[in-house]
């Protein structure tokens, strides 16, 4: 990827790529302010290098700029940065204080997360936001697959029972997973759907806890939930081990240290209906 801007009789020109043996056209048009352009070049022989970007005018005196070049060995540039980060600056929180490891997950084309449910997950494992009697999660998910056990996100990471939260899906099915049987965890809430958005909250206030799907509300009592516990804050696996991978994207995660109340909740879903078309 590359900024560039025309001058003159440049603007309006498009940029090119030589890509193998060849030149491409098509990448611009070049406008009297910096943009960022982006293009795949397939490495290659030729009397123009193993890959070049530039401005083929045929018009001496013909003047662009171009600033911070980024060579990068994926399909798409890094979003949101100039130059290329490290795999454990990729992600970084809103406060801009913890840096969240995203080497163990797969991209899509547009350079966003995704889930393969086979190996892929985010996890940060000095978390501690959590460890309160009361709390909240939130998610925006499209699953692709929704048999098995496909843990989607969570806070904890201790095997003590009652003490993680956790949103998964298990058999077609959502629930909230504090870690233990039934008298710790809710499962078959309600359905989970394959291929569609859905806005899904959990909240925890002692025993007491609560699911909103798509604005919908259900509530439970498990009498073996405790505090949380652990330090991971994970997406796409339990927040305790390996395995139980989500197949899919999760577009929005977030973790409350309080109980959204249900105005709260039916604020964001409205927020995030148009937006995911849920």
Known sequence: SIYAKGEGSTVGKYLQTYSGASWTTGIGPLTSEFKRFNATI???????????IGLQSGVTGDVFYIHSPQLEANSHATPFIDGTRSSTASLIDLKETTDIDVSNVSFDSTGQPEFDGTNDYIQN??????????GTLEV??????ISGNRYIAGV???TTYGATRTIRINGGTLGIVTYGSSTQDWGGVTAAIANQYQHVVATWSGTSLQMYVNNVFYSATKTGVVS???TNITIGRPPWSSGSYSAGSVDIFKHYNR?????????NYNAYKNRFNI
Do not use: D, F, R
Not at 42 to 52: C, F, R, Y
Not at 140 to 145: E, G, R, S, Y
Not at 259 to 267: D, G, I, N, W
């Open 228 to 230: 949380p516990l652990g």
């Open 42 to 52: 397939t490495t290659g022989g030729g009397s123009g290098g193993p890959g070049n």
């Open 140 to 145: 925006v998910i499209k699953p692709t697959i």
């Open 156 to 158: 904890g990471g201790t």
């Open 259 to 267: 109980v959204l109340s249900a105005t709260e909740v039916k604020q």
């Open 125 to 134: 494992s000095s978390y501690t936001s959590h460890q309160k009697s009361t």
